[in-house]
């Protein structure tokens, strides 16, 4: 496996975790449809997350929520959409709304940790 890779793997780990200690319950990771993957399904409060996670060792080709432009919150609402669809029983008449952690850092472990709630 590639080190980019492993950082990302990692990187999302860490969201978890950071997600668990703030009450979130993990519902699903990396889950797939033809539309793409989305990191973390969580919820919290009767509300469903649906949760982007971006990994950088630097900010020297900008900060990682800088990647997630119009383009990519579109997808990310379509994917949130399909899931909702897959899971019915999960998500009937609740709450969805779409959020991003971004880490900076060598190690995922030490990173600094960025989370950003109800993205639009």
Not at 3 to 11: C, F, I, S, T, V
Not at 75 to 93: T, V
Request: aromatic share 6%; net charge neutral; hydrophobic share 45%.
């Amino acid at each position: 496996m590639a080190a980019k890779d492993e950082l990302g793997r990692a990187g999302e780990a860490r969201a978890a975790a950071h997600l668990t200690a703030r009450g979130y319950e993990i519902l699903d990771r990396n889950w797939r449809c033809p539309q793409g993957e989305i990191d973390i399904v969580a919820q919290i409060d009767g509300e469903l997350c649906f949760v982007e996670v971006k990994t950088r060792r630097t900010e020297l080709f900008g900060h990682p929520f800088e990647a997630i432009d119009e383009r990519k919150r579109r997808r990310l609402w379509q994917l949130a959409y399909a899931w909702a669809h897959a899971h019915p029983e999960m998500s009937a008449r609740r709450r969805i709304r779409l959020e991003a952690i971004g880490l900076i850092g060598p190690d995922a472990v030490t990173a600094r940790l960025e989370h950003l709630v109800d993205l639009l």
